[in-house]
């Protein structure tokens, strides 16, 4: 999968805007993306816009949205901040967007919260971490958020969970990046551990590029832990996990599943590594999941399907937001309509994502549960949709 991947990334590289159609600007829905297509989140964020785009790749074959194509203006940010703040200058400014999208590292978003503020353009951030200016009771009002994971949702549930299924007192490894979000959620984690009655006897933040993770896996390892806690891009999750195999530790770790886990959790298959995550695996089934699959391959998409339904999922919000907002649409009118989404997930997630005015984030969260099964020698639901009210 890599060759089909560096091709398609190069050419964001070399064209430095990507639209996804060629048709009059003036006469499109444009819509702009600042993301992290290379560098060190591509892993998380690049196979999100790539299957938006092939989503809009097959709307707009079929005629668009209201009679009009949706044209997508993609710049590459490599989760670089500066990069990210002449991205959205750009696509705010010059290229006149109904709406601009961020799907990069928590480090990018303040330069581009202020030139989407400043051109009072609505600003959603679409497989990336939400901010908590999303949140209700009193969210930005030009801010929005449908990412499946949420520091401020997913760390007190899985929290609970690691005490809930703990046979012993639990000593806690937190495990995180140095960016603003990620920090957050684990000085979170251990606020909320100690408060159940748990240890957290050592945290590591562990920067992206990052080649090898034996030193920290060893801190941990030698601190006693006997439960990692990642909350962190993949990569850092998953290497870290690893590496404190490697050292010959045996306890349990929980991480959030991002778009790479189902097919990770596959290949490591060890029954110790626990994901919880907002979308499904496609391993559940449904339409939904064959559509997915079925677009993969014919838009040529440079990931496993497994990893499309955050961007699928992006397609189906982005697609109900126009066609709400009408022709011809304009930033104002785009965000009214964000406020009163109210999206079929169609399976990819337990139930509906609605945003309200006074919630641009979800009024409800779900999570499934999964790890290895050694019997079954699969990838196995650990427990079903764990429904969590979002009010604040």
């Not at 993609?74 to 901040?81: K, L, R, V, Y």
């Not at 790479?260 to 994901?275: N, S, Y």
């Not at 005015?357 to 699969?378: A, C, G, I, M, V």
Request: hydrophobic fraction near 40%; aromatic fraction near 10%.
């Amino acid at each position: 999968m890599r060759a089909p991947f560096l091709s398609f990334a190069a050419a964001i590289a070399g064209a430095g805007l990507l639209p996804v159609c060629a048709a009059n600007a003036q006469d499109t829905y444009n819509v702009g993306i600042t993301a992290a297509m290379t560098g060190p989140a591509s892993a998380t964020q690049a196979p999100v816009i790539e299957m938006l785009r092939i989503y809009f790749d097959r709307l707009n074959a079929k005629g668009g949205i209201n009679g009009h194509k949706i044209n997508l203006m993609i710049e590459d940010d490599q989760a670089e901040p500066s990069k990210a703040a002449a991205n959205a200058t750009k696509l705010v400014r010059q290229e006149n967007v109904v709406l601009l999208i961020n799907s990069s590292f928590s480090s990018t978003y303040g330069p581009v919260i202020a030139e989407a503020k400043r051109g009072k353009v609505p600003l959603w951030f679409a497989g990336a971490v939400c901010p908590k200016e999303t949140h209700p009771p009193k969210p930005d009002p030009l801010l929005f958020c449908s990412t499946g994971f949420d520091f401020s949702i997913d760390i007190p549930v899985a929290t609970k969970v690691i005490k809930e299924t703990s046979k012993e007192p639990v000593k806690l490894g937190l495990i995180g990046i140095p960016v603003p979000i990620s920090r957050i959620g684990v000085d979170t984690a251990e606020k909320i551990a100690a408060g159940l009655g748990m240890e957290t006897v050592d945290k590591e933040f562990i920067p992206p590029t990052t080649a090898d993770y034996t030193p920290f896996a060893n801190k941990i390892k030698s601190a006693g832990a006997n439960w990692g806690y990642a909350y962190a891009p993949w990569p850092a999750e998953s290497k870290t996990f690893e590496a404190l195999r490697r050292l010959g530790w045996t306890g349990h770790y929980m991480a959030y599943g991002h778009i790479q886990a189902e097919d990770e959790l596959a290949r490591i298959a060890d029954p110790g590594l626990h994901v919880f995550m907002a979308n499904s695996m496609v391993l559940e089934g449904g339409a939904v999941f064959q559509e997915i699959r079925d677009a993969a391959a014919a838009g040529k998409y440079s990931f496993p399907a497994t990893y499309g339904t955050e961007g699928w999922l992006t397609g189906l919000i982005l697609e109900q937001i126009l066609t709400k907002a009408g022709w011809p649409a304009d930033a104002e009118k785009v965000t009214a309509a964000m406020e009163k989404l109210n999206l079929d997930t169609k399976g990819i997630r337990g139930g509906p994502l609605v945003w309200t005015k006074e919630n641009h984030l979800r009024t409800k969260q779900y999570y499934r549960f999964y790890h290895y099964d050694s019997d079954k020698k699969s990838v196995v639901r650990e427990r079903d949709w764990l429904q969590v009210d979002v009010t604040d």
